[in-house]
C-alpha cells in the first residue's frame, strides 16, 4: 500500500509564494511520475504539474512560468514551488503518484489534500 501525504498549503497574499510537499510511504519500488492537481470549490479537479521520471514535465497554462514540480527520488518527495500566487490559484491542492510497488504492481495514489487560500 502507498500512502501520500501533502503539506505545507495555507494563506498568502497575491504575489507572495508558497511551497508545498508531498510524501510517499510504503511499499515503493519505484516512482514513475508524480504530479500535482488542484480543485477549487465548485469545480473540477484539474491537472496543475506533472513529471514523468526520465520523461517529460507539465504544466497547466495556468502554473507554467510561475509553478515548478521536483521530485527527491531519495526522500520520495515531490514539491510543488509556487510564486507570483494569484487569487484563482485557490483551491485544496492533491499530490498524485504511479508508483510501483514492491510486488511490481502500478498503483495510483493520492494525497488527502492541503488547502492554499491567496488573498487579494
Known amino acids: 500500500q502507498v500512502q501520500l501525504v501533502e503539506s505545507g498549503g495555507g494563506l498568502v497574499q497575491a504575489g507572495g509564494s508558497l511551497r508545498l510537499s508531498c510524501a510517499a510511504t510504503?511499499?515503493?519500488?519505484?516512482?514513475?511520475?508524480m504530479g500535482w492537481f488542484r480543485q477549487a470549490p465548485g469545480k473540477q479537479r484539474a491537472m496543475v504539474a506533472h513529471k514523468v521520471t526520465g520523461g517529460t514535465t507539465t504544466y497547466s497554462v495556468s502554473a507554467k512560468g510561475r509553478f515548478t514540480i521536483s521530485i527527491d527520488y531519495n526522500k520520495k518527495m515531490a514539491y510543488l514551488e509556487m510564486t507570483n500566487l494569484k487569487p484563482e490559484d485557490t483551491a485544496v491542492y492533491y499530490c498524485?503518484?504511479?508508483?510501483?510497488?514492491?510486488?511490481?504492481?502500478?498503483?495510483?495514489?493520492w494525497g488527502q489534500g492541503t488547502q492554499v487560500t491567496v488573498s487579494s
Open positions: 498524485n503518484a504511479n508508483i510501483r510497488n514492491m510486488g511490481q504492481v502500478l498503483v495510483t495514489a
Open positions: 510504503g511499499s515503493i519500488f519505484s516512482i514513475n511520475a
